[in-house]
T-cell receptor
């Protein structure tokens, strides 16, 4: 079973920040938080990952709480092309390479 | 880079037929994953390989499914005999173990078994 909990759906106005939460209360010390998204029926796309520090790349920012039991993916200026299902996954970075995908959050960006 | 290549993109077959799905990972990647996605069960990992060696096939649903990776640039997922409940989108993904382990997914093969 997935070790994460996400809201099933969210809406966001175009141009505004989209904040997608994820709970991972049973995360272990050596497990990273990964975010992927799946646009329509395409293959999932890697967005970002982190261990305990906040991370930022050209796509998004990842904010991880100090106790690491939850995190938030931030799309700073959402566009219609960001409409997708967003998956939050926790896993170790070495050894076992399995991802267990949950049901994700279906983000709809509204014009 | 062409990314992960999967073929065919669409496959329609009749129950009982053999189906072979193909995947070419990104050059230089040394892990390869096969996933299945359905509306009911979501995205499920079937099997993965590290350095062409199968590591975990616990997600393979039954003996009708088999996967091989004869070399670093090619893998197959075979279903024999196929059944209507095998209808799904099958994704292949690859990654570089020593990197950040982010996986790069192919476009998928949509399989319909009549």
């Amino acid at each position: 079973d997935a070790k994460t909990t996400q809201p099933p759906s969210m809406d966001c106005a175009e141009g505004r920040a989209a904040n997608l939460p994820c709970n991972h209360s049973t995360i272990s010390g050596n497990e990273y938080v990964y975010w992927y998204r799946q646009i329509h029926s395409q293959g999932p796309q890697y967005i970002i990952h982190g261990l305990k520090n906040n991370e930022t790349n050209e796509m998004a920012s990842l904010i991880i709480t100090e106790d690491r039991k939850s995190s938030t993916l931030i799309l700073p200026h959402a566009t219609l092309r960001d409409t997708a299902v967003y998956y939050c996954i926790v896993r170790v970075a070495t050894g076992t390479y399995k991802y267990i995908f949950g049901t994700g959050t279906r983000l709809k960006v509204l014009a | 880079d062409a990314g992960v290549i999967q073929s065919p993109r669409h496959e329609v077959t009749e129950m009982g037929q053999e189906v072979t799905l193909r995947c070419k990972p990104i050059s230089g990647h040394n892990s390869l994953f096969w996933y299945r996605q359905t509306m009911m069960r979501g995205l499920e990992l079937l099997i993965y390989f590290n350095n062409n060696v199968p590591i975990d096939d616990s997600g393979m649903p039954e003996d009708r499914f088999s996967a091989k990776m004869p070399n670093a640039s090619f893998s197959t997922l075979k279903i024999q005999p196929s059944e209507p409940r095998d209808s799904a989108v099958y994704f292949c993904a690859s990654s570089f173990i020593e990197g950040g382990n982010e996986q790069f997914f192919g476009p998928g093969t949509r399989l319909t078994v009549l």
